[in-house]
Every structure is written in C-alpha cells, then in structure tokens.
C-alpha cells in the first residue's frame, strides 16, 4: 500500500518549486492533490506532471484573501470529503532590493510579505482545521525558512514573516492537539526555485555559482525535492507523535555559528 493511499492533500504554492515538488510526490505516493496557486501557469505545467492515475484538481487562489481561501477549502471538501493533510507552502520573498536596513523599510511591503506568508498561513489553518478537528485527524505542514531563525537570509519582512510562521505553528499545534490534529514546520535552507532564481541567475553570471551554498556544513545548495521529503515525513504517519515542532532542512546552516572569516 502507498504511504498516502486513501488521503486527500490541499497543497498551496504548487504552481513552482517546493510546492510542485510537494504535490507532486504526495501524488506518486497515491494522495489526491487540491493544487492551489495565484499562477494559472504553474498549475497547468504541475497538473501536466501529474502521473497520469494521480486524481487532482487545479485552483486558482490568493491565499491572502479569506473569501477566496473559504471557498476553496469548501470546494476542496465537496470534490474529496475530507482534507487530511494541508500543505501551507506559498510564499513571497521581500521586494526590496539587495535587503535594505529596518531604517528604510516600507509599510506596503511588510503588509504585502506579512499577509502571504503568515496571514495566508493562518487563513489556510483557520478554515481547513475545522474539518479535521471533526474527524480528529490530520497533519497541517506550514513553510518558514532558516530567515525565521537566522538573520541574513532573506529582507526584514520575510525574516519576521517566516518567524511568525514558526510561532504560528507552535501556537496553532496547541490550540488544535487536542482533536489529534498535527502542526509542524519546516524551515528550508537555500533552495533553487522560482523564488531564489534571481539569485542562481546572478551568482552563475558573475562566475560564483560555486559560493551558492558553500557555507552550510553539507556545502552545498538544496533541491525542492529534499524540502518535499521533510513535509512528506511531517505529513505522514511516521511522525504521529511529532507537533509543534519547526525542523530546519538547510544543510546544517543554521547548526553553525557561520562567522564570516572563520570558513575556508
Ligand atoms: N527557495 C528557497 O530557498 C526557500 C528557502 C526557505 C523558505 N522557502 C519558502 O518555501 C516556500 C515555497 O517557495 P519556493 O522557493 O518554492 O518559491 P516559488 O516562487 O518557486 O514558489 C512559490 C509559489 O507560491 C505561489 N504564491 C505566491 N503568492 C501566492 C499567494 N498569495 N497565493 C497563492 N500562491 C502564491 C507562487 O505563484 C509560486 O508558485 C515559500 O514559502 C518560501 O518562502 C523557500
């Protein structure tokens, strides 16, 4: 039997990356997938790698709309009649270039980072626990970051986006462990997505690609798939004793002080 046989996964960001990813592989291991994005685009081309048994369904949806969040949880239910496992894995990086200091801030983009990345987490939460509480099961997988735990790794709204992810999950897991349902993170490294294609893009054009991930312990970059691999576990019944909790899967980056000067 497949790990995820008879289970029915809503997974958020699966138009790219470690949504793709994710969705992908809940499916080859026998899950019925909700795919849900703001990219029409993504969908399609995810859908299109969909192996051919894996019953899916696409969604468009911004994840920070509650309107549009309801109704896709409401959608979702009618088509499987059940949601075991949530996937909240969309996510914006900040817009400021080259990560500008707290003194040169803008409010529009902590709203805007703030409300995809922790609100819509929340949202996704808010309306799909209901319906695993009534069925006492289900296992919700929220996406923070090493920029949750770390500075440097991202601008100031995501570093704080990605921290609330984190207490979000342990707040959510308390509130919801009483009716058996699951909360855990996981806290990606650097990984080559849509959303750090700029960076790839530029190290590899300046001739520093062999820096990309030179300073975790595994020394080197992560792939979306290895991200996939923790959410599959957290969603699984392997870690039926395991909520509340934010794994980093980052190559052991935040393991080590990492002091700028004390690595070959
Ligand atoms: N790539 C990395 O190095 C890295 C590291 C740490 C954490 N993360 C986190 O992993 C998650 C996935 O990112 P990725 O790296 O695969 O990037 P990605 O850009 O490839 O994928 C993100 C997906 O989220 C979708 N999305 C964005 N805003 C949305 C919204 N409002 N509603 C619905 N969908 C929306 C995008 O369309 C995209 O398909 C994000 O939460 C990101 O913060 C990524």
């Not at 996939?228 to 699984?236: D, E, H, P």
């Amino acid at each position: 039997m497949e790990r995820f046989e008879n289970r029915v996964a809503l997974v958020t960001g699966a138009g790219s990356g470690i949504g793709r990813a994710t969705a992908l592989r809940l499916a080859r291991e026998g899950a019925r997938v909700v795919l849900a994005d703001t990219s029409e685009s993504g969908l399609v081309e995810t859908g299109n790698q969909m192996p051919e048994s894996a019953e899916h369904r696409r969604r468009i949806v911004n994840v920070a709309d509650e309107t549009q969040v309801k109704d896709l949880v409401s959608e979702t239910i009618k088509a499987f009649g059940k949601i075991d496992i949530l996937c909240n894995i969309a996510g914006i990086a900040s817009t400021g270039k080259g990560h500008p200091p707290v003194t040169e801030n803008e409010r529009d983009e902590w709203n805007s980072v703030l409300s995809v990345n922790l609100i819509g987490t929340m949202l996704l939460i808010k309306h799909v626990a209901p319906h695993m509480q009534a069925r006492k099961l289900g296992s919700i997988i929220n996406t923070a970051s090493v920029a949750g735990i770390r500075s440097g790794a991202g601008g100031n709204a995501y570093s704080a986006s990605k921290a609330g992810v984190i207490n979000l999950t342990m707040t959510a897991a308390c509130d919801l462990g009483g009716d058996n349902v699951r909360v855990n993170a996981v806290c990606p490294g650097l990984v080559e997505t849509g959303m750090t294609k700029p960076i790839f893009d530029y190290a590899r054009a300046h001739e520093k690609a062999h820096k990309l991930g030179a300073r975790c312990e595994l020394r080197r970059y992560g792939d979306p798939e290895e991200i996939a691999a923790a959410i599959l576990f957290f969603a699984s019944d392997d870690a039926s004793y395991i909520t509340g909790q934010a794994l980093p899967v980052d190559g052991g980056n935040t393991a080590s002080l990492n002091l700028p000067g004390m690595k070959v």
